[in-house]
């Protein structure tokens, strides 16, 4: 449970309809298997111990005296297990019949709660059997299953050894509801909410199911376990399909359907509770009447990961959702540009082209915007500045690229300045220190600034979002521009977006864009070995897919870096070794927290995704902050 991990489960005991002592045996077994494979909090379906379809039994007296034999059956032989379980079962007091979830662990009723929404529409009966939630139950204690127990309406189970996990219980229809229980519950502080359902199934009904549970996980910044009534229940009329669904922060994590058994991930309470920390939005009172009913404790032990992490977090895994990705990052990054364009009334736009992905990704949104002004691409001026390291591959790809793309394509090769530079300063041709790369770059952005005078235009920023991270660019040099239209777009990014243009466009286009995505990422500021790109970025700063997944986790999420790590073992497991994975997350700190201070005075740029490090937008960091709490715990692991 370390990191704020904890396994849950969403559970389908296969049942017999109105066969108590059956159902018990299922729901143990069921329980026991949870408790085996590590799940600490366990939700079970609606009414599942004498099963949601019994009708006018309900109202039989030995059907309830069933299940509550089966309650006692249940808590009985799950006395020595920590686990957390939810459950059905129809509950009498004050003459009075209610549908409730029991939340039971070691032998005891840690709250017990009635549906607060009775659907009685379409398929649906209820009212004819259960009465309505209250929210003023006088607390009396009555006996359950030969336990003292309190009827509550909203009860809330807070746990002693997972800071932050507040369990809270809704029943099925209460999601459906237009104000779900789950928003009182959340707002009293219920970190995941359990949902006890019996939803039978039709055509078209388990997308909307879905996105009611991932949605509510979203707007809630809660985990959200939905555990579904399934095989067993009565088909006179109506089929059950099992449809159990985990989902965080309105994400997916684990979905099965037409099945028994379990479904099983892990919830990350901590990364809950740094967003709602981080939003201000969620700072809504607590409801009155709000109390934590009973507290749970698990014995520590690790929380082996099964949750998808992926090595790409920027990026979509899918296919289809990948290029609508794609196309909408580009419409909005060209979108920012085209209002700058306007606003500043500028007929041009300079892009330093270099033949890297960096500044071809700038002219393809540069074009995108061009295109949306209804403007000629001619008032593009493309500029390739060659000197020391720039190699035929880049010079050309830079050259074709332009051309394809209807812009003005001119050459500057800043080789004679930066050499009489050299000799005003007193610089070694053969010292090829950070004064020799960082001149080439510096000149190359005078160039751009002077032509951009000249055309009455903007000079357009070709740096990503990686890079600022790292602090891999020069300070003053390619740093610096009019608008940085790759400033919120991780390294990882850029490469997808470019091949997606490649296979968008097609044609002489789509080969030059793929020869450049092959294309070693360099600076090009040493000179060639052999004709080849002699300087190689990763080489020097490490992985970009690594630093990558470290800022997103870092920064988006505010991750310590012994929980980033551990992620990131899991996301690159058998591609990287802990070693080197430690070693350039050490290298991301060092840099990421140094660096800043070029972070500090960027040029304007659009945000495109979730995490932006512009000083005027997300990130705000004094330029001097320390690494050393960070870089300590990457010491002790």
């Known amino acids: 449970m370390k990191d704020g991990f904890i ?95 029991a939340v039971i662990q070691k032998g005891a009723v840690l709250a017990l709660t009635p549906k607060t929404n009775i659907p009685n529409y379409g398929e649906f009966y209820e009212a004819r059997w259960f009465s309505v939630s209250t929210e003023t139950f006088d607390g009396r204690e009555f006996q359950l299953a030969g336990l003292p127990v309190r009827m509550a309406a909203r009860p ?247 051309v394809e793309l209807g812009a003005d394509f001119r050459e500057v090769n800043i080789g004679k300045a930066v050499e009489q530079h050299f000799a005003d300063i007193g610089q070694s041709m053969d010292d090829h220190s950070v004064t020799f790369e960082n001149a080439q770059a510096r000149e190359r952005t005078q160039v751009l600034m002077d032509l951009a005078n000249q055309r009455g235009g903007l000079v357009i920023g070709t740096g990503d979002l990686s890079e600022l991270a790292l602090g891999w660019a020069t300070y003053n040099g390619d740093h610096m521009s009019m608008y940085a239209v790759n400033a919120s777009i991780p390294k990882t990014l850029v490469r997808h977006l470019v091949a997606y243009e490649a296979d968008r466009l097609g044609g002489r286009i789509g080969d030059v864009l793929r020869d450049i995505l092959d294309t070693p990422v360099s600076p090009e500021l040493l000179p060639p070995k052999d004709g080849e790109i002699a300087q190689k970025t990763e080489d020097l700063v490490g992985p970009y897919e690594l630093h990558d997944f470290y800022l997103y986790y870092a920064i988006r999420w505010g991750f310590p870096p012994r929980k980033v790590l551990r992620l990131a073992i899991r996301a690159f497991d058998g591609r990287y070794d802990r070693d080197t994975l430690l070693k350039w997350l050490k290298n991301f700190y060092r840099r990421f927290f140094s660096q800043q201070f070029k972070r500090s005075c960027l040029p304007d740029g659009p945000k495109v995704g979730s995490v932006a490090l512009s000083p005027r937008g997300d990130w705000r960091m004094p330029s001097d902050a320390v690494a050393r709490l960070w870089l300590d715990e990457l010491e002790g692991l």
């Open 7 to 101: 396994k849950v489960a969403a559970g389908t005991p296969k049942i017999r309809v109105a066969d108590c002592d059956y159902n018990a045996g299922q729901i143990i077994a069921l329980i026991k298997e949870a408790a085996e494979r590590g799940v600490k909090v366990l939700a079970l379906p609606e009414l599942c111990i004498t099963g949601y379809t019994c009708g006018d039994l309900f109202l039989q007296p030995t059907l309830l005296d069933g299940a509550e034999r089966a309650l006692g059956r249940i808590l009985d032989e799950t006395m020595e297990l920590d686990i957390v379980t939810a459950l059905g079962l129809p509950v009498k007091y004050q003459n009075k019949l209610y549908n409730c979830a």
């Open 156 to 402: 809330l189970v807070e746990c002693g050894t997972v800071p932050g996990l507040v369990i809270g219980v809704e029943i099925c229809e209460d999601l459906w509801a237009p104000v779900p229980p789950s928003v009182r519950l959340a707002a009293d502080g219920a970190t995941l909410i359990l949902n006890l359902s019996a939803s039978d199934e039709v055509a078209g009904k388990a997308d909307y199911r879905r996105s009611l549970v991932t949605g509510q996980s979203g707007r809630l910044c809660c985990a959200y376990v939905y555990a579904d009534a399934g095989e067993g229940e009565s088909s006179t009329d109506l089929v059950f399909a099992g449809h159990n669904i985990i989902a965080e922060n309105g994400a997916l994590l684990a979905e099965q359907r037409f099945s028994t058994g379990l479904t099983v991930s892990e919830i990350d309470v901590e990364r809950l509770v740094y967003e709602r920390r981080r939003m201000n939005t969620y700072a809504f009172p607590p409801s009155e009447g709000y109390v934590f009913w009973d507290y749970c404790k698990f014995d520590q032990e690790e929380t082996v990961l099964t949750r998808p992490v992926s090595p790409t977090p920027f990026i979509p895994a899918d296919v289809e959702h990948r290029a609508e990705r794609c196309e909408e990052i580009l419409t909005i990054a060209a979108l920012g540009l085209k209002k700058r364009l306007e606003h500043t009334n500028s007929s041009c736009a300079v892009v330093g082209l270099s033949g890297g992905l960096d500044s071809t990704l700038a002219i393809l949104i540069t074009a995108k915007a061009f295109d949306m002004l209804g403007r000629d691409r001619k008032g593009i001026l493309a500029v390739t500045m060659p000197c020391f390291g720039t190699t035929k591959r880049t010079r050309s790809n830079a050259e074709v690229l332009a």
